[in-house]
């Protein structure tokens, strides 16, 4: 017999099941929205409700934690992230430019996802490589230092060659 489970059904039983074998325990909240995070790509109202519903806790608390840590995000992203260092050394080098060339380039707005969900532009405070501003990290492990407006459109091919 086929399953006919739609996607989203299909993720909120694997979140169950994760979150069953974690005993249900409230303890173990940050670890469930990980779990939840890395399933739905990000945690809507509706799966943080569920998860609240599941913990037996209230949703205020589960809220409260999302927001709470950097980590998590309410809103969609792309699958390819590209983090925009905007802290003082990068800005006072023109990370500013930088930032506009990428949602020029992509044709969307800070931290919403492109049209075809495979980009989004996010501006963070530091990344740690104030010698090399400024600075731009993909994904979460391919850095860019000493970045120039010019530069964008090569990143971004990059990536897209990657992702088709």
Request: proline content about 5%; aromatic content about 10%.
């Amino acid at each position: 017999m086929p399953d006919t489970c739609t996607t989203g059904e299909r993720l909120f039983k694997e979140l169950d099941e994760y979150i069953a074998s974690t005993g249900a325990k409230p303890d173990k909240l940050i670890s469930v929205l990980q779990k939840a995070q890395e399933l739905f790509g990000y945690l809507s109202p509706e799966v943080q409700n569920h998860i609240a519903e599941m913990l037996k806790i209230p949703v205020s608390q589960v809220y409260g934690v999302v927001t709470f840590y950097n980590f998590f995000s309410t809103r969609p992203k792309g699958k390819v992230q590209v983090k925009v260092c905007l802290g003082t050394a990068c800005y006072v080098k023109g990370a500013d430019r930088i930032f506009e060339r990428f949602l020029e380039e992509l044709a969307t707005s800070a931290e919403e996802p492109t049209k075809d969900g495979q980009f989004s532009v996010h501006a963070v405070r530091c990344l740690g490589a104030c010698s090399m501003a400024p600075v731009v990290l993909v994904g979460e492990k391919d850095f860019y230092g000493r970045v120039k407006p010019d530069m964008v459109p090569r990143i971004i091919e990059k990536y897209r060659e990657v992702n088709k």
